[in-house]
Structure formats: C-alpha cells, structure tokens
C-alpha cells in the first residue's frame, strides 16, 4: 500500500508521529479522488491493523501472508517516516537522554532484554518506535556533534535498497550489479583525486580507521612483499609518520599490523594545525638515527578538530627525496574535491600513493560509506588475496577479474556503494558541490557571528579552511580574569557542564574537547545541509543562556 500525499502530511505535522496512520482523516476532496484505489487497500485505511496476535511466524515466507507483510512493512514505514519528518522540525527534541542504567532497567514499556519465547508484532513495532525515540536524531538541523550528519533521504532510500538485496560484495555471481557500481564509483573518485585512467584501484571498507589501515597495509607489502608469509620477523624495524593533529587511527593501525604504536612518530604542527614539512624531515632523520627504517607517511586533508589540510605538496617532495609512500587520509577533507571553490585546498592530493575518502561525511551518505583508494592498480589483490576455492574459481562463466572480494582482508562484505551511486545519480557532482559550499558558508558565518561577541573567544583568529570552528564560551564571571592558569582552570569546566545541561534539556548537541596546551573548547562541524543560519544562531544563544550561571 502507498501512502497518499495527504497521509504523508499528515504524518509530517503529527507531533506525536508514533501513532499509526488508521488516526489520520481524509479530506472530502482527496478521498473522492481516491476512488479508484483498491478495495482492500481501502479497508486497510479504515481499520485499524492489528499485530496483538500476530507473530514474525506468520510473515513471508508463511503461506498465504502476503497481505500481513505487507500491512506491517506499512506500519514499519510509517513509524519511520514520521521519525524523518520529526527530524526537520526545528521544535523537536535533538536527543530524549537517558543515562545508560535507566536503558538498562528499561522505560515505559521499552525493554532490551531479550526473551525464551518470541513477542507479537506489535511489541516488535513498539519496540522499533521506542528504539527511535530514544536514540539521538543524527539528521536534526541542530545536531553538530559529529563530523557525520543529516539525513539524505535517496541515501536512505538507497540503504533500503540495500539492505532488502541482502548480498555480499566478494564476487560478481552474488552482487553483479552492485560490484559493477562499486568500480563505477571507484574510477570516479580516482579522476577526481587527479589519477590517470591507467592508475587506481580501490575499494569500500567500514570506516576511515579500516581504510588508513588498508593503506599502510599495502604501503608495508609494497615495501616488503614477503612480509605476507614470512611476517614482521623478516623486516627491519618500521617507522611511520603522522602530524600530532592526526587521526588516531594511525597509530592504532600500527599497533594492529605489529609494528608498535611508539615507532609513529607524531610530527609537529603549526598554530592552524598543519603539518611543518622541515619537521617531517627531521623526524625521518631522527627515526633513521635510532636504527628505525622509515616507510610511510600520513598527510591529513581536513583534520578531525581544526579542519586543517596539511601542505601535501611539499609533504610530496619530502617522501619522493626519501622513497616514502605518501598516504592523504582525507576521510573529512575528500569532500572538498567536489566543489569547484573549495579543492584547491586539496593540492597535491593527486600525488599520493594512496588516498582515504569518507562520503558519509561531508558528502552527507548515510553510515557506513569510506573507500580506499590506492593509485598503483593491483597491489591491493596482490597484498591480500589468498584464492580461496570455495570464492574465487578460475574457471566460472565471466570475467573473474570482477571477482573483487580477495581484493579485502574481510571475507563477507556490506555493500556500502548503491547509496552512494543513488545519491550521485540524484545530485550530479554538481549538486555535491554545492552541498559542499552550503556547509562551508554556514562555517564562515558561525565564525564571523563569535567575532562580533563579546561573551565568546575563537581558538583560531583564522578563517576556518573546512567547517570545523573552534571556540570558547566566556560565561560572565570569567570575564573579567586575566588569563593564566585560574582561569583557564575554570574554563576547562565550563564546556562539560553546558553539555550536560544541553544534553538533558535536548534541544541542540556539540561537541567539546582539549587540545595540546589549551583547555576544553566546543567544535562545531557542518555536513548537514539542511542546517540554516537560524539554527547557528540558536546555538550561540543556548550556549550562553545554559552557560550564564557558570
């Protein structure tokens, strides 16, 4: 059944969006238009669906339960319609918080232990419902807590999509569609980074740590190719590098592929966060001193606190003078490779050895969405295949050059691509582009607003370069203090205790965090689109009225 034009409205504007759709009244107008439709989908309008009785038994593949299905995929549909609808109302709550132990010890009805015997349909629905509403609403316009937000509603759809397919991606005879859509994008990105067509390779992987991991992965067996059978006993020891702005998935790839976190030498930034080339050269020569062998670089495009892009061009120079591989984890930054005003900032970036990308950041794709891009073709199958035969015959009916799963150290893989591909279909580049710029706008406006405030202080006096902006809440009975080590002691509170109030009162969500030698300061990133100036405004405004006994 679909749901009508007025039913979605309906549902849309209904504050209390859990209620199932046999509540909504028609207009006159809009059911003598309707009389054509169905005579069961008619009853299913009038009479209430009910689920009291009836369990997943009696769903597909039961004999006879089509309609049954169908009736509570409707219902499933509804409750999630009205969750998205709620999204985009600036009245409504960002997060209903309640501490782990209340969860726990379960709410109104909503409980998370599991049961000996199973529940009808109806809980189930309930239980669908309450998980919603106790969850945080990630595409709320409102919502600047991490770098992934918004909710892309062909993204959705094409996450729907997936999911209802139910396939893996390791070889073509399960997935053709999808793994043909996977290289589809994979050649894209590539082109856009700058490669030629006889360059690239790649693949979708669980996150931006999974695909930094992939990059050292393969920069190690580049290097060292009989690392893959004889293990880290038959190579000298290793030496990576990163900027101290990094993300920490640098080092936690080390400490996983066995070469120690304490030989990532974290290299030194400058205010903005940018990686200083002439240190990097003195950490390789400090690296060398102590009998360590260097091999691979980090450059960062888009850092997770400042934004910052370090210069990747003279990161370049320096791993070519030392036959370094050169990764750009720009799982924050790729984005900017699709905005024409913005890329330039990206430089360079088409002399990486291999690149990190993150669509479901800046580029708004539902969760999970990362690929790893890696420039020299077939290094990827080379460092990880194992030709299991049982996967990868050699002698199926298609090109098995297609069957891309041992191109991945996982065995069964989520297709991460479709969404991906819907959504590029839906936008064009172009409309990426200026999703890309809407976010970046909204940035320089946060940043010109707290420079005509007197109750807030910019970390950085720079213009943001991403959509990271930085800065401090200066509640009235620290303004008067000079700086030193007691304000700064008081200031260091001051952001926890606002975002506890906020997060109690649910009304917008940030985030806080030290850094270095400065205390606790509030970060707001934008990869929303729908967040507009209002809601920036809102933010400055909750801020201080949460903050102003402080």
Sequence with gaps: ????????????????????????????????????????????????????????????????????????????????????????????????????????????????????????????????????????????????????????????????????????????????????????????????????????????????????????????????????????????????????????????????????????????????????????ETSILTAEQKGLVPFYVNATAGTTVYGAFDPLNAIADVCHRHTLWMHVDAAWGGGLLMSDRHRIKLQGIERAWSVTWNPHKMMGVPLQCSAILVKKRGLLQKCNELGAEYLFQTDKPYDVSYDTGDKSIQCGRHVDAFKLWLMWKAKGSEGFGSQVNKCLENAEYLYDQLQRRADFELVLRHKPEHSNVCFWYIPPSLRGLPHGPDRDSRLHQVAPQIKGRMMEKGSVLIGYQPLGDKVNFFRCVFSNPATQQEDIDFLLDEIAWLGLDL
Aim: glycine fraction near 8%; proline fraction near 5%.
């Design 1 to 280: 059944m679909l749901i009508t034009h007025t039913e979605l409205t309906l549902i849309c504007i209904d504050m209390d969006f859990l209620q199932l759709p046999d509540r909504i009244l028609e207009q006159p107008a809009v059911r003598d238009k309707q009389q054509a439709d169905s005579a069961g989908v008619r009853d299913r309008k009038q009479t209430p669906a009910d689920f009291s009785s009836i369990y997943s038994k009696d769903l597909l593949p039961a004999s006879g339960s089509e309609e049954v299905t169908r009736g509570f995929m409707q219902e499933l549909v509804n409750i999630l319609m009205g969750y998205i609808c709620k999204s985009n109302q600036r009245s409504s709550k960002v997060l209903d918080f309640h501490h782990p132990h209340q969860l726990m010890e379960g709410l109104e009805g909503f409980s998370l232990n599991l049961p000996e015997q199973p529940e009808t349909l109806e809980q189930i629905l309930v239980d669908c419902r309450d998980t919603l509403k106790y969850g945080v609403s990630t595409g709320h316009p409102r919502f600047f807590n991490q770098l992934s937000s918004g909710l892309d509603v062909i993204g959705l759809a094409g996450e729907w999509l997936t999911s209802t397919a139910n396939t893996n991606m390791f070889t073509f005879e399960v997935s053709p569609v999808f793994i043909l859509m996977e290289e589809i994008l994979l050649k894209k990105m590539q082109s856009i980074v700058g490669w030629s067509e006889e360059e690239g390779d790649g693949i979708f992987c669980p996150g931006g740590t999974i695909s930094n991991l992939y990059s050292i992965l393969v920069a190690r067996y580049h290097f060292y190719p009989e690392v893959k059978i004889r293990g880290m006993g038959a190579l000298p020891q290793l030496a990576l590098f990163t900027s101290e702005h990094s993300h920490y998935s640098v080092k936690k790839s080390a400490a996983v592929l066995g070469m120690g976190s304490e030989n990532v030498f974290m290299v030194k930034c400058d205010e903005r966060g940018k990686m200083i080339p002439a240190e990097l």
